[in-house]
């Protein structure tokens, strides 16, 4: 990757704002997305649905789209003008990437968009404009599920945590927190916007997309989603949680659609918008890191993501893990985090 300095300005991106899934069976991810979950329509077809929360006033912060294999697409990310739209595609062009520039309204509710290929192996999306569709934020009357408000991050599962963070930074991403030891960062958040994150890293095979993070106001929002899938014996699509999270202080709880693709419905992370933000620096021999009241994470949480697309529709390999596991699968098939340094 060229330094820096050699690069030219990188596009100005002021937030994570939707995410694309590939899904086997539309009406079946349609029931979980917008009946159960509780994502609001702003159009659809016979191949694919553009849904938002109740705090977007964008076109869609999902694409939920057919296809043959269950996979993440692109990421979108919001630039803030148009100019940011050629910055993008001189940069990426600079480090070497595949870009295309997709024509207004290519991208359902969107303005032109620049389609990368980024060093990191994910398929991104920037965007300066689009269609304000009705503003739901105070329509309670409307509100279901999970009350999702808005999207408010990606987390990618990628082999190289330091790369992906160094690529991160490079586009002006801060860094809130991490999870590290003495030789190895983990995991890490990044953000744009002035929240924990935007795009956040857990160490594996990648690029594969681990989840996307959708905000919610209340922590009962989390609570009233499980009850929802529990009174509907639909518990198996809870993975992970409810509870909080020690990095983020988020309440939480993760969900996998009927593909698998993970979800999070997150609420009461932190404000991160000063400019001397001190970075919060987990032990990785920390059990509260990940939940702050020791609950232990699943192997799934830690093994399972979505394969990713590349700009010719084509999954994209997975290279496995290329630093120290945060963690080891023990032998009951539960993890057990890496053992404490000697005293
Ligand atoms: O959004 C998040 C905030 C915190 C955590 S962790 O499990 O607490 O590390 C995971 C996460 O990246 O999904
Ligand atoms: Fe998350």
Known sequence: MPADSALPPAPDIVRSAYGTLVVTDLAEARHFWVDLVGFVVTEEDSSALYLRGYDELTHHNLIVRAGPVAAAGALG???????????????????????????AA??????????????LG????????????ERLQQRYDLRRGAEVARLDHFNISVPDVPK?????AGLGFGLSETIEDEQTVYAAWMYRKQTVHDVAFTGGGGPRLHHLGFFAHEAHSVLRMCDILGSLSLESHIERGPGRHGV????Y???????????????????????????????VHDPRRRDFWANPVVPSWYSDASVVLDLDEAVRPVTELAQTAEVTVGADGFTAPSPAPPE
């Open 77 to 103: 990310f919001r630039v803030r003008s148009d100019s940011d739209l050629a910055r993008a595609e001189a940069y990426y062009a600079a480090l070497g990437c595949r870009t295309q520039r997709l024509p």
């Open 106 to 119: 290519t991208v359902r509710g969107l303005g032109e968009v620049v389609r990368v290929e980024d060093p």
């Open 122 to 133: 994910f398929l991104v999306e920037f965007f300066a404009s689009a269609a304000h569709p």
């Open 164 to 168: 992906a963070q160094a690529y991160y």
């Open 248 to 251: 983020s202080n988020a309440f």
């Open 253 to 283: 709880v993760y969900l996998r659609d009927p593909d698998g693709h993970r979800m999070e419905v997150y609420t009461s992370d932190y404000y991160t918008g000063d400019p001397d933000h001190p970075v919060l620096r987990w032990s």
